[in-house]
């Protein structure tokens, strides 16, 4: 029999979101993502292991499924919804110290280009997986990411861009960041960016895809 942190990973895992979502129709009218986590909480479960074992399971399921190309976008989008179903019971515990976060992300699509549903899509998967989100948005200059560094020394810096013509706007970021705080690790992504160009611009991290992001995170805040 499923305990309830396993039915908030499934949750999480199918996008559904609450007893009002049609989606997934076997599931009509059942509780999701939203009742179960206060559910839990009822029950007496920790914030932090309906975090860690049901929230971040499920997230962390849909990313897998969704490198491997099994499943797309839209649903990724649905989990997110589902996740932050979940996690809105969970932020006052985050705000009291009771529930730590792994780490923090500054991310923003780079100077020049206004496109955000990769970096967007990032967003919640990283944020899915336990950490905090720093969004600085789309058109980011060097000052701002290096403001965002200096306000949060201790986090990890994303750098999109989807235009061949911006790309190169990713050097002077990066090497603004590593001029003032060297030891802050900088992942860059996007269609037109490779492993050879952020090993050309001095980037530590070129990621093809979210959850390959979310699992480096994971291995860099685990030593």
């Not at 975090?51 to 990724?76: A, C, D, R």
């Not at 690790?185 to 160009?197: C, H, L, N, Q, W």
């Amino acid at each position: 029999m499923e305990n309830t942190l396993e039915r908030i990973a499934f949750c999480v895992e199918v996008g559904k979101i609450n007893a009002k979502t049609p989606y997934l129709p076997a599931m009509k009218g059942e509780d999701g993502a939203d009742e179960l986590t206060l559910k839990a909480l009822e029950q007496g479960y920790s914030p932090n292991d309906i975090l860690t074992k049901g929230l971040i399971v499920g997230m962390n399921n849909i990313g897998v499924k969704f490198k491997e190309n099994k499943v797309f976008v839209p649903q990724v989008l649905m989990s997110a919804k589902a996740m932050s179903g979940g996690m809105q019971h969970l932020k006052r515990y985050f705000n009291d110290g009771s529930v730590k976060r792994k780490g923090k992300l500054i991310i923003g699509t780079v100077k020049g280009d206004l496109h955000d549903i990769g970096k967007n899509l990032v967003c919640m998967m990283v944020e899915g997986n336990g950490y905090e989100i720093i969004d600085l948005g789309v058109d980011v200059t060097e000052e701002k990411f290096v403001d965002a560094v200096r306000e949060n020394p201790d986090a990890f810096v994303g750098m999109s861009a989807l235009l061949t013509t911006t790309m190169v706007n990713m050097e002077s970021i990066n090497t603004a960041i590593k001029a003032e705080f060297p030891q802050v690790k900088t992942f860059i992504g996007g269609a037109p960016v490779s492993s050879d160009f952020a090993q050309k611009i001095g980037a530590d991290y070129y990621t093809e895809e979210p959850q390959r992001l979310v699992e480096i995170l994971n291995q860099l805040t685990s030593n």
